[in-house]
């Protein structure tokens, strides 16, 4: 709507337009006014160790997301790009990672006749897919293929509109991805008022591609056991596993951050060390 407006204005400015283009203008609104802009509501910014130009993961929340992750979200969701042997940047040993690649089976061969077989995972391996196909994941949720998971936190950040992302320049905001994924988490609730819900979709206005989608409420109050103490609430559990999918797309965010620092300081010492030299050279082309 604004932007016909404003184009009306501008051709109106330039030398006036013809009536039939004004009412073929106005009405075309009536039509985009009907379409919704998905999400239906933006998502809620939430404050993340990670965040800032010295931010950092909290790996005792990424331990906590890994289990949210292992105990809920694997069960319809792949990481396909992450090995278990990266799970040693969380804290954990060698042989701890060990121990909980071997939790799994993956399918390895050929075999020396030829056939496939399995065998318990590696640290080498890469996090199982629940489903050997995308077909058969489509037939178990209701003809919608669950998402991997490996770069989820990147690949649903959703924009923001001016004059935001010009404040989001200089506050170096990149936390669109989990912010989008704990909103969605926690962001089911009842439709509106005479909101038809399609079957076997669910209302949930923070999803970026419609009002409903197929995945149910996954999260639930003491669905998860923390050993550290944490809260056993779904906000704790959408705000861990939104860190930990964010670590997984963006796992040397910080050493990024401790070389961007690095540079900026070496830039600033190195402009400093040109203002003097540029000082220096003219004061004795001034004095001869």
Request: include cysteine; glycine fraction near 6%; charge should be negative.
């Amino acid at each position: 709507m604004k932007k016909i407006i404003v184009g009306l204005l501008s051709l109106t400015l330039i030398g006036g337009i013809s009536t039939a283009a004004v009412i073929a203008a106005e009405t075309k609104p009536a039509a985009e006014a009907e379409t919704p802009h998905y999400p239906l509501k933006e998502p809620r910014e939430q404050h993340w160790t990670f965040s800032g130009p010295f931010g950092y993961y909290d790996k005792a929340q990424l331990q906590r997301g890994l289990k949210v992750y292992t105990e809920v979200c694997s069960a319809c969701h792949s990481m396909k790009l992450v090995a278990y042997r990266t799970l040693e940047d969380l804290g954990y040993t060698e042989a701890q990672v060990k121990a909980f690649a071997a939790n799994y089976e993956v399918q390895d061969g050929p075999n020396p006749q030829g056939e496939m077989f399995t065998r318990k995972a590696l640290p080498s391996d890469h996090f199982n897919s629940p489903f050997p196909n995308d077909e058969a994941a489509a037939a178990s949720n209701n003809g919608a293929v669950p998402p991997d998971m490996s770069l989820l936190a990147k690949a649903r950040e959703i924009e923001r509109g001016f004059p935001q992302f010009i404040f989001d320049i200089f506050t170096q905001y990149q936390e669109g991805g989990p912010d989008y994924i704990y909103s969605l988490l926690t962001g089911y609730e009842e439709p509106p008022a005479g909101f038809t819900v399609p079957q076997n979709s669910h209302y949930n206005p923070y999803f970026d591609a419609a009002a409903t989608f197929a995945m149910p409420k996954p999260l639930s109050d003491g669905q998860v056991t923390y050993d550290d103490g944490a809260p056993q609430t779904v906000d704790q559990y959408a705000r861990d596993v939104s860190a930990f999918l964010m670590w997984t797309s963006e796992p040397h965010l910080e050493d990024r951050k401790h070389l961007g620092f690095m540079v900026m300081v070496f830039l600033l010492i190195f402009s400093i060390l040109i203002y003097l030299t540029k000082r220096s050279v003219y004061a004795k082309a001034g004095a001869h």
